[in-house]
Structures are given as C-alpha cells and as structure tokens.
C-alpha cells in the first residue's frame, strides 16, 4: 500500500518511528515533508496535503502527526470523502480503519515513538470491513427553549 506522512513542527518527533514502521511493514512512503518550524498552527496545512494525496488517488490511507492529534482530526473531517481519527492506542486505530478511517492523526505530546509505531501498524494492518456503511449526515434543528 502506498501511504502518504506528514508532520506538523510539533509531530516531527515521531517521524522516523513512522517512516521506519511503515517500511518494515513493506508500504510505499510518500513524505509530505516537516511543517516550518517557525510556523505555530500548522497541523490544519499538513492535515490537507494528506488528504489531497489521499482523494487524488496517490495513496491509500495517509498519516498525520501533530502535538495532540485532535486539530489535525478535526481540520481534516472538513473534506468531503476524508474520515480522520485521532488515535492513541492500537485498539482505536485498528477499529477506526475498520470503520473507513483513511487519514490516522497521532498526537506527540501523548505518544512515545513506540507506541506511534504500533498504533501506525495497527491501521495499516487492518481492513476495512465489507459490511460497514458510512452514515450519512444528519441536519441537527436547534432546539426550541421554552420561557
């Protein structure tokens, strides 16, 4: 499987535990690069350049690591066809690619770069689950508060 990586200033900590698992496994990495490290909110740049490659057809799944994990989720979960999980334990990771997760977030400031690397083993590993059906999104009406 081809899958594409990308770091924030903060996630580079965990790039070479990444890249390294990633080759053991025998995928094909595509680098995105380290963010500027002069730069403070760049998880929302490196979330998009993964998920481009990814709806471009140019990988897979994609992997992204920031401080936390979270904005990059959330940053990526904006684009039409991407589903992005900020994973901090292989259980989620595993269960998430199951789900459809195509875009794994991992958090530095939370992971050590073992434990990166397992949970990056356990996405890649697992397949997607032939039965499972993306919901659809739900219109959510304010709620009406009564005086």
């Given at each position: 499987m081809?899958?594409?990586?990308a770091f924030d ?10 890249i390294?698992?990633?080759?053991r496994q025998?995928?094909?990495?595509l ?5 500027d490290p ?33 904005g ?5 979960n904006?684009?039409?066809?991407i ?11 595993q269960?998430g ?10 958090g ?13 083993r356990?996405?890649?590993?697992a397949r997607?689950?032939?039965?499972f059906?993306a919901?659809q ?11």
């Amino acid at each position: 499987m081809r899958i594409a990586v990308a770091f924030d200033r903060r996630g580079a900590r965990l790039k070479s535990a990444v890249i390294a698992e990633l080759m053991r496994q025998g995928h094909e990495v595509l680098d995105l690069g380290l963010a500027d490290p002069q730069t403070e909110a760049d998880y929302a740049a490196k979330a998009l350049a993964a998920a481009e490659a990814i709806l471009s057809g140019i990988v897979e799944r994609s992997v992204v690591a920031s401080g936390s994990g979270v904005g990059a989720s959330f940053a990526a979960n904006k684009i039409e066809g991407i589903h992005a999980g900020a994973c901090s334990d292989t259980y989620t990771a595993q269960r998430g690619a199951e789900a459809g997760m195509n875009l794994l977030c991992l958090g530095s400031d939370v992971l050590t770069q073992a434990e990166a690397a397992e949970i990056v083993r356990a996405f890649v590993t697992a397949r997607r689950a032939t039965a499972f059906v993306a919901p659809q999104p739900v219109p959510i009406r304010a709620a009406s508060h009564a005086a």
